[in-house]
């Protein structure tokens, strides 16, 4: 009987860092009240998994919004 497992998996291709894939059973927020938490679950029951791009320019190609944090 297991009574843990892992919190999350990565694949790491080190010869092609942008070529890495991950996937979070509870989501990136870690927050329960969130509507994110679960909703990387099913992909984490299935053994899929998503881009998990490091390069700046891949980072940018994927990125859904920008946020410019300025100081007061």
């Given at each position: 009987?297991?009574?843990a497992g892992?919190?999350?998996?990565?694949?790491?291709d080190?010869?092609?860092?942008?070529a890495?894939?991950?996937v979070?059973?509870?989501?990136?927020?870690?927050?329960?009240?969130s509507?994110?938490?679960?909703?990387q679950?099913?992909?984490?029951?299935?053994?899929q998994y998503?881009a998990d791009?490091?390069?700046k320019t891949e980072?940018?190609?994927?990125?859904k919004?920008?946020?410019?944090?300025l100081p007061?």
């Open positions: 009987k297991a009574d892992a919190s999350q998996r990565h694949i790491f080190l010869s092609n860092w942008d890495s894939k991950t979070i059973p509870t989501g990136i927020s870690g927050i329960p009240a509507p994110f938490y679960l909703n679950t099913e992909m984490y029951m299935n053994n998503h791009p490091f390069s980072v940018e190609k994927a990125a919004f920008r946020m410019k944090l007061y």
